[in-house]
């Protein structure tokens, strides 16, 4: 049923939610992000299959791209934090630089 | 079959956020956007699911490879804020109340509002370019930032 791919689709934007907000290290920043377009993309996905809405399929295709590039260039920022600073939490990078 | 399915995507992503190991939680991630283009498949939307798959899990799994290669095998040990799964779980309370709620009850009363698809083409092409001007501003984003990780390049090489 499209109602219950959308209260899991809403479930899983929210612990993608919780991730980004709790914690603190960059890669689990990362993998709540991707939750997060996850979520969207199982949005977009049932309502092609159960709505008939096929328009959103490209939207879909998109986002997956765009995740890609948005994951791409988080870790070449971690890296690059990493590189200069030592740290792999994002909160000390300001202190670490400062010193 | 359904509920199976996601209930065991919903497991994993919670798994991965829980884990100690890096390696464990990135493979419970792996294995979630897995089972979720299996999902996409089992739904007849096999390029998507396939697309899902070889794409988006292939990708950010080695992205994400790049990423335990600097963090290590353990998760760094930092404070947790306790209000955030609160604030997490009325987010969620708060969508399916109104807006999921909402939308079944439109639904009932106006079927017809399912079956205009224009609703999503009309506003199609502004999404298009938007995402475009997204993806060039991240590219040149990630040129940018090659840049700054060589700030000592020679010029005479």
Known sequence: ?99 | MNIVILTIVLALAIASLNLKKSIAALISFALMMLVLGIYYISLDEKLLGLFQIFVYTGGIGVLMLFGITLIGVEFPITKKNPWTAFISFLFFVLVVVFGLKNHILLVAHHPEIVESKELFANSYSDFVIIFALIGSSLLYATIKMINVLNPKRKKNV
Do not use: C, W
């Open chain 1, 1 to 99: 049923m499209f109602e219950t791919d959308m209260l899991f689709a809403i479930a899983l934007f929210s612990i993608g939610l919780f991730g980004v907000t709790s914690n603190k290290d960059f890669l689990r920043i990362f993998f709540s992000l991707e939750m997060l377009i996850n979520a969207v993309i199982l949005m977009l996905a049932s309502s092609a299959h159960y709505l008939g809405l096929s328009q959103n399929l490209p939207l879909a295709y998109m986002l997956i791209i765009l995740a890609t590039l948005e994951a791409g260039v988080g870790i070449l920022i971690f890296a690059a934090a990493n590189k200069f600073t030592h740290s792999v939490v994002p909160d000390e990078i300001d202190h670490e630089g400062s010193k």
